[in-house]
């Protein structure tokens, strides 16, 4: 190994700061204000959060959206607003976070794996009908990295066995899918606006959905059972205080200012790499083309094949890119079903039926993906100017040229 790598002291490829999160005074001001306000929580005073979900619903081109604690929260609002009983099944993918497949179990429902496509890694449509038995009720499609799911299929699915789509766009703020926003298309929509995210006040969530009762029993499980019209100590559906504070709002409201053309820069840049990466050997973005009009490249993955860089493990690759300067990893290092929650069915207090068998799920796909072939650049990294797309090719050269001497 000749060339010098950044990860045995070598200079790095690309030798600079990506910020995450980016704001100015604009933000500070905005906090200010509300702290001087000292309307500080939602209901106390919540101007700010209904503007925000309001502004937040036009810009998806949905008619309602409803804030709440974080994305793990939206998608469980809205799983059960959609009316799952215990025991019923939901079909997820297994390659996402942790938390799609949480707010099934804290349900009670089934979280039933379905392998991913493996030119996008998103849920693949044509192994969804195996799948379905007479307990499933819901689909839960991620628009994993902030690219489209295959909405399409997985709608007509949807329509012809009866179940509910809540779309995970937990990854996706501003994507879109043949010109519609992420998240718009199925029964209700959901995002995260956790630190990592593209849009983002620290911690906090958001579903959005056109159907108006969905919206408000997910708005009164939001606010302790409350209801429309109804007494502050009056309760009527068991919920609990998932509300969002008037601060975060002033921060996602500035932020969302700004997400618009960061997305576009996300998106062109993810393209231009897609080109660059394309050209080396046993480097293979994943497809494009497949009816995303807007990638949000919350992640952007290519696929890596050991076998053109002398048999380095992914692991050690993801390693020497990071030393070179290039902010990656390796991903997800097991699909879902292999963490020992679900080996140990460690599911606690929650009714998950005894036949609920995790031990024997295998998804070939997402295993390879896990294992052998994803790797991660993160969306900060997507935000500079062409010249790092470039750098961050050249990276992986490096590290070609030096396993391979
Ligand atoms: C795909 C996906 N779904 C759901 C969530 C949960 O969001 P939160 O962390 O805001 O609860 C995340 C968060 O990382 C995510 O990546």
């Known amino acids: 190994m000749k060339t010098n790598l950044a990860i045995n002291g070598g200079p790095k490829t690309i030798d600079k700061i990506f910020p995450w999160p980016i704001f100015d005074e604009t933000e500070v001001n905005a906090v200010t204000d509300v702290i001087r306000s000292g309307k500080w929580g939602n209901p106390d005073c919540a101007d700010l959060v209904k503007a925000f979900e309001d502004e937040f619903a036009s810009f998806c081109g949905t008619k309602y959206a409803l804030t709440c604690v974080n994305g793990s929260v939206a998608l469980r609002l809205a799983l059960i607003a959609c009316g799952v009983r215990p025991g019923d099944e939901v079909i997820i993918p297994p390659y996402t976070f942790i938390a799609t497949s949480t707010i099934v179990l804290e349900a009670n429902c089934v979280p039933v794996f379905v392998d991913i496509d493996p030119d996008t890694y998103n849920l693949d ?8 038995t007479k307990r499933t009720k819901a689909i839960i499609p991620v628009h994993f990295a902030g690219q489209a799911c295959d909405m399409d299929k997985i709608m007509t699915i949807a329509k012809k066995h009866n179940l509910k789509v809540i779309e995970d766009a937990c990854h996706g703020h501003g994507a879109e899918y043949k010109g519609k926003k992420l998240g718009s298309i199925g029964d209700a929509g959901c995002f995260s606006f956790q630190s990592s995210k593209n849009l983002t006040s620290g911690e906090g969530g958001m579903v959005i959905t056109n159907d108006e009762k969905l919206f408000d029993m997910m708005n009164s499980l939001r606010n302790v059972g409350r ?15 998932y509300r969002l504070t008037q601060l975060q709002v002033a921060l996602l409201t500035t932020q969302l200012k700004k997400l618009k053309e960061q997305t576009k820069r996300r998106h062109d840049n993810g393209t231009y790499l897609n080109s660059l990466l394309e ?3 046993g480097i293979k973005p994943l497809a494009r083309g497949r009816g995303e009009t807007i990638h ?3 992640i952007y993955i290519f696929r890596y094949d050991k076998s053109k860089f002398s048999n380095l493990p992914k692991s050690e690759f993801a390693k020497m890119l990071a030393a070179e300067g290039v902010p990656s990893f390796m991903g997800y290092p097991q699909p879902l079903y292999k963490q020992p929650l679900f080996q140990e ?3 606690m207090c929650y009714a998950i039926p005894d036949e609920a068998d995790y031990t024997k799920v295998k998804c070939p796909v997402t295993e390879k993906a896990c294992y052998e072939e994803a790797v991660w650049i993160l969306q900060h990294a997507m935000l500079g100017p062409r010249e790092d797309m470039e ?3 050249e990276a992986i050269k490096k590290i070609q040229k030096a396993v391979k001497e």
């Open 391 to 393: 750098k961050f090719a």
């Open 296 to 298: 949000s490249y919350h």
């Open 345 to 347: 069915k460690n599911f």
């Open 227 to 241: 209801v429309k019209g109804g007494e502050w100590y009056e309760h009527h559906n068991l919920g609990c205080n």
């Open 279 to 281: 050209k080396i050997d």
């Open 125 to 132: 449509p044509d192994k969804i009908e195996k799948a379905i």
